[in-house]
Nanobody, 115 residues
Framework: QVQLVESGGGLVQPGGSLRLSCAASGIIFSGNAMQWYRQAPGKQRELVARISSDGSTRYVDSVKGRFTISRDNAENTVYLQMNNLKPDDTGVYYC?????????WGQGTQVTVSS
């Protein structure tokens, strides 16, 4: 079955960096787009970054220039490098593979940006 396992979250001060990882199994990883979502307390889950199977990327405006999504097809892993973190980046970050009809989700990893 499909499994997505995130890691790398934690507590960081404003201006700091974190790298999230998502290890995938049960899918043809190289043939699928991969996505990172986040959900802040009291807010809806939002798409933060997407990387297509050809390596093209998209970001929500609020993270452009600070976050970088990448993938390692040999390791079946997608990464989210987050720099210059801000308190508004706080939330649970989820890995997602958008395979119809409903996609698959990881369990999430908490990111807290606070001084």
């Amino acid at each position: 079955q499909v499994q997505l396992v995130e890691s790398g979250g934690g507590l960081v001060q404003p201006g700091g960096s974190l790298r999230l990882s998502c290890a995938a199994s049960g899918i043809i990883f190289s043939g699928n787009a991969m996505q990172w979502y986040r959900q802040a307390p009291g807010k809806q889950r939002e798409l933060v970054a997407r990387i297509s199977s050809d390596g093209s990327t998209r970001y929500v405006d609020s993270v452009k220039g600070r976050f970088t999504i990448s993938r390692d097809n040999a390791e079946n892993t997608v990464y989210l490098q987050m720099n210059n973190l801000k308190p508004d980046d706080t939330g649970v970050y989820y890995c997602n593979v958008p395979i119809p009809p409903i996609g698959y989700w990881g369990q999430g990893t908490q990111v807290t940006v606070s001084s």
